[in-house]
């Protein structure tokens, strides 16, 4: 069985990423997927540069550990909960 994770990637000072980030984590607790938070810091920015993140929020659906879907910028909870329940059964 394919194990999901929910990346949550934010800039310290995005108040759409701060807004978002509760939403989130509802949404993943509800379909049982863990979060993982990366915030883009000098420490980060490796890892930011090497999952060729742009923008932020950026959300990354990963399938053991691998990226399978990608969304950026701020979206209501609706909408991200069908997308990403898109993105579980595909």
Same mark, same amino acid.
Request: aromatic share 4%.
């Given at each position: ?22 939403? /989130?984590?509802? @949404? =993943?607790?509800? *379909? ?5 938070? +990366?915030?883009?810091?000098? #420490?980060? %920015?490796?890892? /930011?540069?090497? @999952? =060729?993140?742009? *923008? ?5 659906? +990963?399938?053991?550990?691998? #990226?399978? %879907? ?21």
């Amino acid at each position: 069985m394919s194990k999901f994770t929910l990346l949550e990637v934010s800039g310290e000072s995005c108040a759409n990423c701060y807004t978002l980030l509760p939403v /989130v984590r509802k @949404l =993943a607790d509800e *379909r049982g997927i863990g979060v993982e938070h +990366l915030e883009v810091t000098p #420490e980060n %920015a490796a890892r /930011v540069q090497a @999952l =060729a993140v742009d *923008r932020v929020p950026t959300l990354i659906v +990963l399938r053991d550990g691998a #990226e399978v %879907a990608r969304c950026t910028g701020f979206q209501p909870e609706e909408i991200l909960s069908l997308w990403l329940d898109a993105k579980l059964e595909a």
